[in-house]
């Protein structure tokens, strides 16, 4: 089945890009997921891409999929304190349910 | 729009109390429903999921036991809570298209 392996830390100041990255393990992915959790909240789904796109921007988040690597990342332009979360990554690969990274803290320093 | 609801939102129960968690998603039918438990500083655990009314898939052998009374109504329970049950309980739903998941605002359960 789909494994899904990210950095548990991340620190940037504030103003600077923060990259995320995650690897996977099943290359029939279809889509893969990153989600952002604040402090007490559930989970809120921030952008995905399809298996089929290299990248995927939307205002300040860039989604960067290398499928030969099975590697994707999530690049935040101009981090913000209000940023500062965990943010998961998530594979699927079809009829099974997502499978989540264990999810990476980031800290933007002020 | 389709939204997702939770309750309650924080609870404290005794060792070996029974629980009851639940999870309304409106706006859909017949969606994908899922429980997930989160301990302290640490990554999603999938607990159950189900496909359809009556249909639960456990995936992790354990104390707790999920029901799907009605389409859009996923319930959380155990008969006797143990102290390793404490953690932030979230309930999740999808439907057609990609698998995205959709979640509630999550339950805190402390176990005492």
């Known amino acids: 089945g789909e494994d899904v392996e990210q950095s548990l830390f991340l620190s940037v100041r504030e103003g600077d890009s923060s990259v995320i990255n995650c690897t996977y393990t099943d290359s029939s992915s279809t889509y893969l997921y990153w989600y952002k959790q604040e402090p007490g909240a559930g989970l809120q789904l921030l952008t995905y891409i399809f298996s089929n796109m290299d990248m995927k921007q939307d205002q300040r988040l860039t989604v960067l999929l290398n499928k030969k690597d099975k590697h994707l990342s999530l690049r935040i332009a101009d981090t913000q304190t209000g940023d500062s979360a965990i943010y998961f990554c998530?594979?699927?690969?079809?009829?099974?349910?997502?499978?989540f990274g264990k999810g990476t803290r980031l800290s933007v320093i002020a | 729009s389709q939204t997702i609801h939770q309750w309650p939102a924080t609870l404290v129960q005794p060792v070996g109390s029974p629980l009851s968690l639940e999870c309304t998603v409106e706006g859909t039918s017949n969606p994908n429903l899922y429980w997930y438990r989160q301990a302290a500083g640490r990554g999603l655990q999938l607990l159950f999921y189900s496909v359809g009314i009556g249909q639960i898939s456990s995936e992790v052998p354990q104390n707790l036991s999920a029901s799907r009374p009605q389409d859009r109504q996923f319930i959380l329970s155990s008969k006797k809570l143990l102290l390793s049950d404490s953690g932030f309980y979230l309930c999740a739903w999808s439907g057609g298209g990609p698998d995205t998941q959709y979640f509630g605002p999550g339950t805190r359960l402390t176990v005492l």
């Open positions: 998530a594979g699927s690969s079809g009829n099974t349910p997502l499978v």
